[in-house]
């Protein structure tokens, strides 16, 4: 995890990924990590090991390569309007960075919410960005 970072946005791509892989495991849980480019977000990580159910996904962190320079997390609730981050989600952002995602059925655009490590909302811009053929 590299700290001190401000993680400022998230580039509209890797966000329409995260959309379409939380409607495509619908009605199960899908968890990952985050990692930036400089203070966007830009990939996501799935890690060997996870499990997940229609209750919980659970990461193995001993799975993590090391030098992944991760940012934060990303899950989905596969409940519609389960927006808000569980216990269990707080303990998990109080150890993986500064940044997390949540998706929320039906998965749409505005079917997201970001928080930081302490479980408060945060804003996180949309960024298209021009990718290089």
């Known amino acids: 995890m ?6 400022a946005g998230i580039a509209k791509d890797t966000l329409d990924f ?4 939380s409607k495509s495991n619908h009605p199960m849980e899908f968890i990952g990590m985050l990692c930036a480019d400089e ?3 830009t990939d996501v990580f799935f890690l060997p090991g996870t499990i997940s ?3 919980n996904a659970i990461i193995r962190m001993d799975m993590m390569p090391v030098g992944l320079g991760y940012v934060g997390s990303v899950h989905s609730h596969p409940h519609p309007a389960d927006m ?9 952002f109080s150890k993986t960075g500064k940044c997390h995602i949540i998706t ?3 998965f749409a655009e505005d079917s997201w919410r970001c928080y930081n490590s302490k479980g408060e909302e945060r804003e996180l811009e949309i960024v298209e960005r021009v990718l290089e053929v």
């Open 104 to 106: 929320f059925y039906p």
């Open 18 to 21: 995260i959309l379409e892989v």
């Open 39 to 41: 203070d966007l977000i």
């Open 53 to 55: 159910s229609d209750e």
């Open 84 to 92: 808000r981050p569980s216990e269990q989600d707080l303990l998990m």
């Open 2 to 7: 590299r700290k001190g970072r401000k993680i």
